[in-house]
Nanobody, 132 residues
Framework: QLKLVESGGGLVQPGGSLRLSCAASGGTADFVAIGWFRQAPGKEREREGVSCISSTSTGDSPYYADAVKGRFTISRDNAKNTVYLQMDSLKPEDTAIYFC?????????????????????WGQGTLVTVSS
């Protein structure tokens, strides 16, 4: 079964950038869509859908939540079995633990509130803090 490991979090000033990585092991990740969720401080029971990238074979466009459109870019490197989330123009409200998760198939599915409850394979998370 695929396992996921996130990295790349840290402390950054408002307006700064970070690139998160989600490395898959235990198999080839390109057959499945992979999404990013985030959990803000004090909201342990809620993970917000941030972005998703479908399997390369689908040719689908990535999904972005309205809150991050134009600032975040998702990509995947199949040779490295890794999905990236480039985060630019970061704001204090982007502060959260960021998790990657396998989607249900090759296409990005639901990323509305509560959708995270139906994901079964997660990484351990990486903390992003945006503060001056």
């Amino acid at each position: 079964q695929l396992k996921l490991v996130e990295s790349g979090g840290g402390l950054v000033q408002p307006g700064g950038s970070l690139r998160l990585s989600c490395a898959a092991s235990g198999g080839t990740a390109d057959f499945v869509a992979i999404g990013w969720f985030r959990q803000a401080p004090g909201k342990e029971r809620e993970r917000e859908g941030v972005s998703c990238i479908s399997s390369t074979s689908t040719g689908d466009s990535p999904y972005y939540a309205d809150a991050v459109k134009g600032r975040f870019t998702i990509s995947r490197d199949n040779a490295k079995n890794t999905v990236y989330l480039q985060m630019d123009s970061l704001k204090p409200e982007d502060t959260a633990i960021y998790f990657c998760a396998l989607d249900e198939g090759p296409y990005c599915s639901d990323y509305s509130p509560g959708a995270w409850l139906y994901r079964t394979v997660w990484g351990q998370g990486t903390l992003v803090t945006v503060s001056s």
